[in-house]
């Protein structure tokens, strides 16, 4: 836990707490959305940057030397784990999987209180997709039956 008197950095079930000192300095990184005491959100070109490299046989420490990012603040930790979870969203999603898609960057689910004409939108749009899906499912059924009849001939 970071101690604000004395200024030291103190580890939380080896989660690392950064000073006012390593914010404001990972603050200044062109690949650093945000920085907190307790996270940081890289950029989603810092996502690309590193599936590319790390691709192209870097590790995944040198890819934050090279970008700026100071290894001694981050430590091993955060950035293998980072590393980690890029790849595997990679893996999946592709590209599109590393952008950074929380509104406003919070991960909290808008708490408004939907209208009533926005709740029927809402259901309308759900409906309409559950129709297509069931079209989808039909045609996919009637392709199989096609199939196996044109085989039992």
């Known amino acids: 836990m970071y101690n604000r008197e004395k200024g030291k950095v103190e580890t939380l079930m080896s989660k690392k707490i950064f000073t006012d000192k390593e914010i404001e300095i990972l603050s200044k990184n062109k690949y650093v959305k945000s920085v907190s005491i307790k996270g940081i959100t890289y950029s989603d070109e810092f996502k690309r940057i ?6 192209n046989g870097k590790l995944p420490r040198e890819i934050f030397e090279e970008c700026g990012l100071y290894v001694e603040i981050l430590g091993n930790e955060r950035i293998n784990s980072s590393g980690k979870r ?3 969203t990679y893996r999946k999603n ?3 999987g590393l952008q950074d898609t929380r509104k406003e960057n919070s991960g909290r689910p808008s708490e408004k209180e939907l209208s009533i004409e926005e709740k029927y939108d809402r259901l309308k749009a759900q409906n309409n997709l559950l129709k297509a899906e069931n079209e989808l499912l039909k045609k996919v059924e009637m392709l199989e039956r096609g199939l196996i009849k044109k085989k039992k001939k």
Do not use: P, S
Not at 50 to 55: D, K, M
């Open 94 to 96: 592709g590209v599109c």
């Open 50 to 55: 590193f599936i590319a490299e790390n691709e």
């Open 86 to 88: 890029w790849r595997a």
